[in-house]
């Protein structure tokens, strides 16, 4: 697999971790949406379309954002909170018939920051998401999946976030195991599958089948499977023109928790780990 990242339609999973859609006050975002259990994540969103056909309202989804060193400032006004958002992201193979999803096969994970505006004037999730190239942040380093289900290599895995600004350093997210996520493995891929074909344009929500259509059913995907919790710091610090964001994902079972902090102070990270840093600029 040829990761052309620019032919990949990109999407976020909103609410699979326990806490953050409160702490990043979006939950009230969601409050019309049913979900099936408690725990189930709310809605997936678009943060790129490949496609030169995107009806006006989504055309800013056609500007390709992922970016491995840098996060661009937003320059429009009132859209100046922009958080850090630690995610693991899956590159996934896509399989159709008769212009459904039936397959996503998860081939590489990686650090993912699904860096966000928070803007209570946003009418969709994906409006917070895409504000020009250098706004989404995807580690270089891939690490391959033999497969995605219980025992897999991303069950070893945890996410770790930091912010820098000056001489001052901070865990921003708290320290996660990818298995804290709500829908994992399987489970998760058939809800995404399942949405894929069916979310409709409603509330915060985009309609994706109709974003499929438009990009012409893509054969690959870069897919956010939901942000961590952040630190009391996380929560209440938004970027500054600067400042540095780093997310990491690591083996746990090879590198502690201390030694990652050490890393990311000097960011200087050994080549088993997918670590993203951006500067804000």
Same mark, same amino acid.
């Given at each position: 697999?040829?990761?052309?990242?620019?032919?990949?339609?990109?999407?976020?999973?909103?609410?699979?971790?326990?806490?953050?859609?409160?702490?990043?006050?979006?939950?009230?975002?969601?409050?019309?949406?049913?979900?099936?259990?408690?725990?189930?994540?709310?809605?997936?969103?678009?943060?790129?379309?490949?496609?030169?056909?995107?009806?006006?309202?989504?055309?800013?989804?056609?500007?390709?954002?992922?970016?491995?060193?840098?996060?661009?400032?937003?320059?429009?006004?009132?859209?100046?909170?922009?958080?850090?958002?630690?995610?693991?992201?899956?590159?996934?193979?896509?399989?159709?018939?008769?212009?459904?999803?039936?397959?996503?096969?998860?081939?590489?994970?990686?650090?993912?920051?699904?860096?966000?505006?928070?803007?209570?004037?946003?009418?969709?999730?994906?409006?917070?998401?895409?504000?020009?190239?250098?706004?989404?942040?995807?580690?270089?380093?891939?690490?391959?999946?033999?497969?995605?289900?219980?025992?897999?290599?991303?069950?070893?895995?945890?996410?770790?976030?930091?912010?820098?600004?000056?001489?001052?350093?901070?865990?921003?997210?708290?320290?996660?195991?990818?298995? #804290?996520?709500?829908? =994992?493995? %399987?489970?998760?891929?058939?809800? +995404?599958?399942?949405?894929? $074909?069916? @979310?409709?344009?409603?509330?915060?929500?985009?309609?994706?089948?109709?974003?499929?259509?438009?990009?012409?059913?893509?054969?690959?995907?870069?897919?956010?499977?939901?942000?961590?919790?952040?630190?009391?710091? #996380?929560?209440?610090? =938004?970027? %500054?023109?600067?400042?540095?964001? +780093?997310?990491?994902?690591? $083996?746990? @079972?090879?590198?502690?928790?201390?030694?990652?902090?050490?890393?990311?102070?000097?960011?200087?990270?050994?080549?088993?780990?997918?670590?993203?840093?951006?500067?804000?600029?």
């Amino acid at each position: 697999m040829v990761c052309d990242f620019n032919n990949m339609i990109c999407f976020g999973v909103a609410g699979n971790f326990a806490g953050h859609l409160e702490q990043a006050g979006e939950a009230a975002d969601f409050v019309s949406v049913q979900t099936e259990e408690d725990i189930q994540p709310k809605a997936i969103f678009p943060f790129y379309v490949p496609s030169e056909t995107l009806n006006p309202e989504h055309q800013f989804l056609a500007t390709f954002p992922l970016s491995h060193q840098h996060i661009r400032f937003p320059t429009q006004k009132g859209a100046d909170h922009l958080q850090i958002e630690p995610e693991i992201a899956l590159i996934c193979d896509i399989e159709y018939k008769d212009k459904q999803v039936t397959s996503l096969i998860p081939r590489f994970f990686t650090a993912y920051n699904d860096c966000s505006i928070r803007r209570p004037d946003a009418k969709k999730i994906s409006e917070k998401k895409n504000w020009g190239e250098h706004t989404k942040g995807l580690a270089s380093r891939l690490f391959p999946l033999s497969t995605f289900t219980s025992g897999c290599e991303l069950d070893h895995y945890h996410i770790a976030c930091f912010h820098k600004r000056g001489e001052e350093f901070n865990e921003y997210g708290i320290d996660s195991p990818a298995l #804290g996520y709500s829908y =994992f493995h %399987q489970k998760l891929l058939n809800w +995404i599958i399942t949405k894929m $074909n069916t @979310q409709p344009d409603q509330g915060p929500m985009n309609d994706i089948p109709a974003l499929f259509a438009q990009a012409n059913y893509p054969k690959h995907a870069v897919i956010g499977i939901g942000a961590t919790r952040y630190t009391d710091f #996380g929560e209440h610090t =938004f970027l %500054q023109v600067g400042d540095t964001s +780093i997310v990491v994902v690591y $083996n746990a @079972q090879k590198y502690s928790h201390d030694e990652i902090v050490a890393m990311a102070k000097q960011e200087n990270f050994a080549d088993d780990i997918a670590a993203l840093v951006q500067h804000v600029i």
